[in-house]
């Protein structure tokens, strides 16, 4: 099954910019930490046109690309900060149940 993108203008605004802002982090700190651009690329097992995609925010590249590179350059925490336990963590909730839906009458 081929790979479904979703197209940059059918997603969310906020989505755009926190992509936009992600990959202006990600070109900011590589060139503040003075990491070439084939290095990092080399450290991810990326090429080029991927990593330029990552730096301009481009809505292609994987969720996990954007993290590898953050974490690579050191701003995974501080970027994306670990979610609360109680959002992620079930313990000691009940599982939701669906509700049972009645028979439909056939009057056909």
Not at 39 to 63: A, K, N, V
Not at 100 to 107: L, N, P, S, T, V
């Amino acid at each position: 099954m081929p790979k479904k993108i979703l197209q940059p203008e059918a997603m969310p605004t906020l989505v755009q910019e926190r992509l936009h802002l992600w990959g202006s982090c990600i070109k900011t700190q590589r060139i503040t930490q003075q990491i070439r651009r084939e290095d990092l690329c080399r450290r991810m097992g990326i090429s080029d046109s991927t990593l330029r995609r990552l730096e301009s925010g481009d809505t292609r590249p994987s969720i996990g690309l954007y993290f590898a590179a953050l974490y690579v350059l050191g701003m995974l925490d501080v970027v994306v900060p670990a979610l609360p336990q109680n959002l992620w963590n079930s313990t000691g909730r009940k599982r939701v149940r669906p509700v049972a839906r009645e028979a439909e009458d056939d009057d056909f």
